[in-house]
C-alpha cells in the first residue's frame, strides 16, 4: 500500500522562515496573500493530493490509458478527478488573474506541484502540460491568440502540450520536418508528426490545444528556421464553443516503463489550422519559455517521487519486523525488532530524507527567484532574480530528478523482496521517476548547457547570482558560536567549487569536450554545495528556535539531526567530483570506437 501524508510542517518551515533574508521576498503583487492565507491553500491541496488523487495511483498504473480507434481514455476515476481538480480551480492557481488566474506565487504553485507528484505523478501531467502552454501563450503570442485561448486554458477547461520531437528528430531540433503553409486568412496549414506527446490525447477536456513546432516554406536550415503555431485538435467557434476537427489525430500511445495514466501519444497533423505564435522562425526562443517552466516542475517531479517514497519506506521500517537491533533488544514483546532500529536501514532513511529536504528547499529557492523575476519592481532584484534562475533551471531539472529516482530506488532497497513486487507500490515510484530524468531534455543536455552556456554566460554573471550570496553568508557566520564546524566545511566545498569552475572554464576554451566530460560532476557538485548552504541556513533558523524554547513537537531537533547528517555523509561527495573534474577527459575519451 501507497503511504503519503502531505508534509506541511516542513513546507511551511520552507516558505514562511527559511528565505526571509533572500532579497527576493515582500513583493507588491504578493502582499495579499499572507502566511495564513498560504497555509490556508496548501492545506486544502494537501487534501487534494491524499483523498482524491492518491487513491487512484496504484489502479491509474494497472489500468493504464487505452487507445481504440483514434481515441484515448485515461484509467477510471481520472475524469472525475481531474473535474473536481478543476472545479476546486487549481488549473488557474499561478495564472494571471487577468485570465481568470488566481494569482498565487509560484512558491505556492510548487509546493501544489509537489503534492500531486507525490499522490499522483501520471496525473499532474495532464494540468501540468498546460500550464507551460499558457506561459508561452501569454508571453508570446498575438492579443487575438491570447483572448481566444487564454481563458479556457487557464481555467482547465482546455488542456495544452508542447509538440516538439519526431521520430527522427529529439535534442537536435533543427532537424525537424513539420511544416506549415501560409494562408491566406493569415493562419496556416500544419502538416507532419510528433511523437512522445504527453497529453496528447486523452478525455478529460474538451479540447486540446498543441505548441507546435514547425518550417514555413522560407525557412533556413538549422534551429534558426523553427516557428511555433498554436493549433487546436477541434476549431474554436467565434462564441467559444468547440466546433470541427482539425486534422489532429493521435495514432497511437506509447507502452512505458511508467507513468502508464500519463497518455504519451504520437500525433499526426494533417493540414491542420494553426496560428503563428510570436515572430517567423523564432518558435525555439518562444518553446523555450514553456519549456523553462517544465524544467523546473519537472524537478519538483522527482521530488515528488522522492517524498512519496521515502514516506513509504518510513511506514515499512516501523511495521516489518526482522532480527535484533545489535545495541540490545529493543521490541522484547515482539518477535524481533522493527527493521528500523538497524544501522543501515537508518542510513537509507536518513540519506532518503536528507535529499528529500535538500530538494525541496533548493526548488523553493528557485521559485522565490522566478516570483522576484516576474514581478519585482526593482531592476536590480529583477535582474539577480533572472540570473539566478539562468543558473540554476539545469540544476533543478537534473538534480532533483536524479535524486528522485535515486531515492526511489532505496525505497525498494529498504522493503527488500516486498519493494520488487507491485503488492506494495514502491516498484512504482522507481519507474515512474525514471522518465524524469530523460524528458525536457535528458540530465545530460542540461549539465552542457549549465557548462556551455550558463557558466560563461555575461563574463560569469550567472554564476555570481549564486556565488555571492554563499561567499557572504560564510563570511558573516565563520566565527558564530555553534557554526564554526558546519560553516567550515561549507567553505571547503564552496571552494571546490570554485576551483572546478576556474579548472573547466580554461581547459573548457582550448578544448570544449573537456568541459563536457566534466559536465555532469560539475552539475552536481554545485547542486550539493547550494544544498549545503541551504542547510546551513536551515540549521541558523532551527537552532535560533531550539535555543529559545520554541520547539515543543521537536521538529527544529529533527531538521539539525539531518542537516549533520547531510554535513557528515553527503557532502563529503564534493571531494570525489572535484578529482573526477581535475581529471579531464583522457579516460572516458581515448579508448577507440571500434574497442567499445
Known amino acids: 500500500m501507497q503511504v503519503y501524508?502531505?508534509?506541511?510542517?516542513?513546507?511551511?518551515?520552507?516558505?514562511?522562515?527559511?528565505?526571509?533574508?533572500?532579497?527576493?521576498?515582500?513583493?507588491?503583487?504578493?502582499?495579499?496573500?499572507?502566511?495564513?492565507?498560504?497555509?490556508?491553500?496548501?492545506?486544502?491541496?494537501?487534501?487534494?493530493?491524499?483523498?482524491?488523487?492518491?487513491?487512484?495511483?496504484?489502479?491509474?498504473?494497472?489500468?493504464?490509458?487505452?487507445?481504440?480507434?483514434?481515441?484515448?481514455?485515461?484509467?477510471?476515476?481520472?475524469?472525475?478527478?481531474?473535474?473536481?481538480?478543476?472545479?476546486?480551480?487549481?488549473?488557474?492557481?499561478?495564472?494571471?488573474?487577468?485570465?481568470?488566474?488566481?494569482?498565487?506565487?509560484?512558491?505556492?504553485?510548487?509546493?501544489?506541484?509537489?503534492?500531486?507528484?507525490s499522490a499522483n505523478l501520471s496525473f499532474g501531467l495532464y494540468p501540468g502540460l498546460t500550464?507551460?502552454?499558457?506561459?508561452?501563450?501569454?508571453?508570446?503570442?498575438?492579443?487575438?491568440?491570447?483572448?481566444?485561448?487564454?481563458?479556457?486554458?487557464?481555467?482547465?477547461?482546455?488542456?495544452?502540450?508542447?509538440?516538439?520531437?519526431?521520430?527522427?528528430?529529439g535534442t537536435d531540433l533543427g532537424l525537424l520536418r513539420t511544416k506549415a503553409v501560409p494562408q491566406p486568412d493569415g493562419s496556416y496549414k500544419v502538416t507532419g508528426n510528433k511523437i512522445f506527446i504527453s497529453a496528447g490525447d486523452h478525455d478529460l477536456t474538451e479540447n486540446i490545444i498543441h505548441l507546435v513546432l514547425a518550417r514555413l516554406p522560407d525557412a533556413p536550415k538549422g534551429v534558426k528556421g523553427i516557428s511555433l503555431f498554436v493549433v487546436p485538435k477541434y476549431l474554436p467557434k467565434e462564441d467559444g464553443s468547440v466546433g470541427p476537427s482539425n486534422g489532429v489525430s493521435c495514432t497511437g500511445i506509447e507502452h512505458k516503463m511508467g507513468l502508464k495514466a500519463s497518455a504519451t501519444c504520437q500525433m499526426s497533423f494533417d493540414e491542420s489550422t494553426g496560428w503563428l505564435v510570436g515572430e517567423p522562425h523564432s518558435g525555439l526562443a518562444a518553446m523555450f519559455t514553456m519549456m523553462n517552466t517544465e524544467r523546473v516542475s519537472v524537478g519538483v517531479q522527482g521530488l515528488g517521487v522522492a517524498t512519496a517514497a521515502y514516506q513509504s519506506a518510513v511506514a515499512y521500517a516501523k511495521d516489518r519486523i526482522q532480527g535484533r537491533a545489535l545495541s540490545g533488544t529493543k521490541r522484547p514483546d515482539l518477535a524481533a525488532d522493527p527493521i528500523i532500529v538497524h544501522p543501515d536501514v537508518r542510513r537509507m532513511l536518513m540519506t532518503m530524507r536528507a535529499y528529500v529536504e535538500g530538494c525541496r528547499m533548493l526548488s523553493i529557492w528557485v521559485a522565490r527567484a522566478l516570483d522576484a523575476e516576474r514581478h519585482s519592481p526593482d531592476p536590480e532584484v529583477q535582474q539577480r532574480a533572472e540570473d539566478m534562475t539562468a543558473l540554476m533551471t539545469p540544476v533543478i531539472k537534473s538534480l532533483l530528478t536524479d535524486l528522485g529516482h535515486d531515492v526511489a530506488q532505496i525505497g525498494i532497497q529498504v522493503y527488500g523482496g516486498h519493494g520488487y513486487i507491485r503488492e506494495h507500490g514502491v516498484e512504482q515510484y522507481a519507474r515512474?521517476?525514471?522518465?524524469?530524468?530523460?524528458?525536457?531534455?535528458?540530465?545530460?543536455?542540461?549539465?552542457?548547457?549549465?557548462?556551455?552556456?550558463?557558466?560563461?554566460?555575461?563574463?560569469?554573471?550567472?554564476?555570481?547570482?549564486?556565488?555571492?550570496?554563499?561567499?557572504?553568508?560564510?563570511?558573516?557566520?565563520?566565527?558564530?558560536?555553534?557554526?564554526?564546524?558546519?560553516?567550515?566545511?561549507?567553505?571547503?566545498?564552496?571552494?571546490?567549487?570554485?576551483?572546478?569552475t576556474a579548472t573547466i572554464a580554461q581547459k573548457g576554451m582550448a578544448d570544449p569536450e573537456e568541459a563536457g566530460a566534466a559536465s555532469s560532476d560539475y552539475l552536481r557538485l554545485l547542486g550539493l554545495v547550494a544544498m549545503a548552504y541551504l542547510f546551513a541556513r536551515a540549521a541558523k533558523v532551527a537552532g535560533m528556535k531550539k535555543m529559545m524554547g520554541q520547539d515543543p513537537d521537536g521538529f527544529y531537533a529533527a531538521k539539525l539531526v539531518t542537516v549533520r547528517f547531510f554535513y557528515e555523509r553527503i557532502l563529503p561527495q564534493v571531494a570525489g567530483l572535484f578529482q573526477a573534474i581535475k581529471a579531464g577527459k583522457r579516460s572516458m575519451m581515448e579508448l577507440p570506437e571500434d574497442a567499445f
Open 5 to 117: 501524508e502531505a508534509p506541511l510542517r516542513d513546507m511551511r518551515f520552507v516558505i514562511h522562515e527559511l528565505f526571509k533574508d533572500d532579497g527576493f521576498g515582500n513583493l507588491p503583487a504578493h502582499e495579499e496573500f499572507t502566511p495564513d492565507l498560504i497555509d490556508a491553500v496548501i492545506e486544502e491541496a494537501a487534501k487534494l493530493a491524499q483523498d482524491v488523487l492518491l487513491p487512484i495511483n496504484a489502479s491509474g498504473d494497472v489500468e493504464g490509458c487505452i487507445w481504440e480507434n483514434g481515441v484515448v481514455r485515461t484509467p477510471t476515476g481520472f475524469k472525475e478527478a481531474y473535474a473536481q481538480f478543476r472545479d476546486g480551480g487549481w488549473c488557474a492557481l499561478a495564472n494571471d488573474p487577468k485570465w481568470g488566474g488566481q494569482g498565487l506565487p509560484e512558491t505556492v504553485n510548487k509546493l501544489v506541484e509537489e503534492m500531486i507528484s
Open 131 to 169: 500550464h507551460g502552454g499558457t506561459t508561452a501563450i501569454k508571453a508570446h503570442a498575438s492579443a487575438d491568440l491570447q483572448e481566444r485561448f487564454l481563458p479556457k486554458m487557464v481555467s482547465g477547461t482546455w488542456s495544452g502540450t508542447m509538440c516538439l520531437t519526431e521520430p527522427h528528430c
Open 432 to 500: 515512474d521517476a525514471r522518465i524524469a530524468m530523460i524528458y525536457e531534455g535528458t540530465n545530460g543536455v542540461q549539465a552542457l548547457d549549465l557548462v556551455g552556456r550558463k557558466m560563461p554566460a555575461h563574463g560569469g554573471r550567472y554564476l555570481r547570482s549564486f556565488f555571492h550570496p554563499v561567499a557572504d553568508f560564510i563570511e558573516k557566520h565563520k566565527a558564530v558560536p555553534g557554526m564554526e564546524k558546519m560553516v567550515e566545511a561549507l567553505e571547503k566545498a564552496f571552494g571546490a567549487l570554485q576551483l572546478s
